[in-house]
């Protein structure tokens, strides 16, 4: 399979530059710079190579750089930004602040007629970002496009196949971005762009045929994308010898339970297990309010229904999770700090004894997962469905969680979905969470003492940072007249109008 390397220098867009690439059927892989060595590069028959930007200065003790040889491959290499500038370093270039300061954001770029900017007008837009510059051009390259600011926005060495562009050709502010890389995919490394999802599914049910012959798998279904297409995808291998886990912790969405239960064990016909476990989680929850502790109780109940499971269906060989690309890449990135302690099913591996764990979708970006699993005959309502946090409503319920309060939050929640769905509106998350405070209104003459629900829609592409989606008012006031006629004991709605930083995509 033809691939394409992103070697990553601490850039902010190193999964973008590898979706662009996908995006053009060619395989690309991302690697952090320090993990990766010239000779395993040269043995893994990459057909190029992108060096993705970063916020250093190449002459930085601490800047990130990498083995000068890369240069002698002769596989075809393209700096974007930093990796352009230390392409030109390590060439024998010299790097220097620009003159007139640093360029930010959209710029005018000039370029040169040649094989990077084929069919790219002289004059167009490009997204710069940079404060260091190529001052002097390494031997063997010249350069061909320049900005005001910049001689050397972008240089090439055509004989030796290597390029560098100051600028971000993978942002879409860069006018004509796609088609630089595309010149650089097609004409310079001479990808074929054979690379299609249904030579994937083929690839990976075959080999997982083989290597689980045999063998009995267990998945633990969270209801979520991620883990439903893994299943999906691990049932084509190996079939019977599959089964399901589900644990239903009464901290679902209204009737998703029972959603999850009817395209496994109905369409797909899975050994599918059902755990309905709402009573144990919500009696060790009972009283709870801190966030943190109810996350940790959460988790532990997670084990200790698995280890009652492991009693029914004995310790299966291969434990499957949905492992994606950004999870697999961002753990390589060394620790943020913990904001909050995310969870999925992370403790299962220590209560059975799995002789392995397989993870089909780690090498996919969560759109390509959703691709795959309706290719996999999966309905669109669970593969086009919006993210859903590990410890469910729990972190929806500010203060204490009963039974009844998530109820009320369930039915609040639904009625503001299905307003949006029927708008038309599809923010990258939308939630009610039912507050802690309670509210005086009036209904018909009467007084009334009820519950405060906010409404939460946001706009990311990484939820990472997010922003608060501006949903127009008439859609909002049908979710805030429905919850308050519906749902029994809610008087009051709020939507909250914060953006990640500083708020949180939830609330707990
Ligand atoms: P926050 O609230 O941290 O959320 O801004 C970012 C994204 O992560 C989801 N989220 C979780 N997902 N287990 C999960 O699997 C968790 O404990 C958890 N907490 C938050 C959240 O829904 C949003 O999509």
Redesign the pocket.
């Known amino acids: 399979m033809e691939k394409i390397l992103v070697l990553d220098f601490g850039g902010q867009y190193d999964q973008l530059i590898a979706r662009r690439v996908r995006e053009q059927q060619v395989y690309a892989e991302i690697k952090a710079y320090n993990r990766v060595t010239v000779d395993e590069i040269r043995r893994a028959g990459y057909k190029g190579i992108v060096f993705t930007g970063g916020p250093n200065s190449v002459y930085d003790p601490a800047s990130p750089h990498f083995d000068p040889e890369i240069l002698s491959l002769g596989i075809p290499l393209l700096g974007i930004c930093y990796g352009h500038q230390l392409i030109a370093y390590l060439a024998g270039g010299v790097i220097g602040p620009a003159a007139s300061g640093s360029e930010y954001g959209k710029t005018e770029v000039t370029v040169k007629p040649g094989v990077l900017f084929a069919g790219v007008p002289e004059k167009s837009v490009v997204w710069m970002s940079h404060t260091d510059y190529v001052s002097t051009l390494p031997a063997g390259f010249h350069a061909v496009a320049s900005t005001d600011a910049c001689p050397s926005a972008a240089m090439a060495d055509e004989g030796r196949k290597i390029y560098g562009v100051q600028f971000h050709p993978e942002v879409t502010h860069s006018e004509y971005g796609t088609k630089i890389l595309c010149n650089f995919l097609f004409s310079v490394c001479g990808c074929a762009g054979d690379w299609k999802m249904d030579d994937y599914i083929e690839k990976t049910v075959a080999e997982y045929k083989t290597a689980l012959a045999g063998k009995n798998v267990l998945c633990a279904l969270s209801g979520g994308v991620d883990s439903a297409v893994a299943a999906a995808l691990i049932h084509r291998a190996v079939g019977d010898k599959l089964t399901c886990v589900f644990v239903d912790h009464g901290l679902l969405r209204k009737n998703e339970g029972d959603g999850v239960e009817k395209v496994f064990s109905g369409g797909f016909g899975m050994n599918f297990l059902r755990v309905d476990a709402e009573e144990r989680f919500l009696s060790k929850l009972a009283g709870v309010v801190e966030p943190e502790k109810k996350?940790k109780i959460i988790g532990e109940e997670f084990i200790r229904v698995f280890e009652d499971v492991r009693d029914k269906i004995g310790d299966p060989d291969i434990l499957v999770q949905g492992t994606i690309y950004p999870d697999v890449v961002e753990s390589g990135k060394g620790d943020a700090a913990t904001?909050?302690?995310?969870?999925?099913v992370g403790g299962l591996p220590s209560v059975m004894k799995f002789q392995g764990i397989v993870e089909p979708l780690r090498d996919l970006f969560k759109d390509e997962v959703r691709e795959v699993g309706r290719k996999l005959g999966l309905p669109e309502s669970l593969v086009s469905r919006q993210?859903?946090?590990?410890?469910g409503l729990a972190?929806r319920i500010i203060g204490e969680i009963t039974r009844e309060r998530a109820d009320v939050l369930r039915d609040a929640d639904a009625i503001f979905r299905c307003e949006l769905e029927k708008a038309g509106v599809r923010p990258s998350?939308y939630f009610a969470v039912l507050t802690d405070t309670a509210s005086v209104g009036v209904m018909g003459d009467a007084r009334t003492y009820g519950h405060v629900v906010a409404l939460r829609a946001v706009t990311t592409d990484d939820?990472m940072t997010?922003d608060w989606t501006r949903i127009p008012y008439d859609v909002l006031e049908a979710a805030s007249r429905r919850i308050t006629n519906e749902v029994k004991t809610v008087n009051r709605v709020v939507y909250d109008i914060t953006s990640?930083p500083p708020a949180?995509?939830?609330w707990e």
Request: hydrophobic letters at 30%; aromatic letters at 10%.
């Open positions: 996350r904001i909050k302690s995310h969870h999925n993210p859903f946090p590990g410890p972190v998350q939820f997010a990640k949180t995509v939830e």
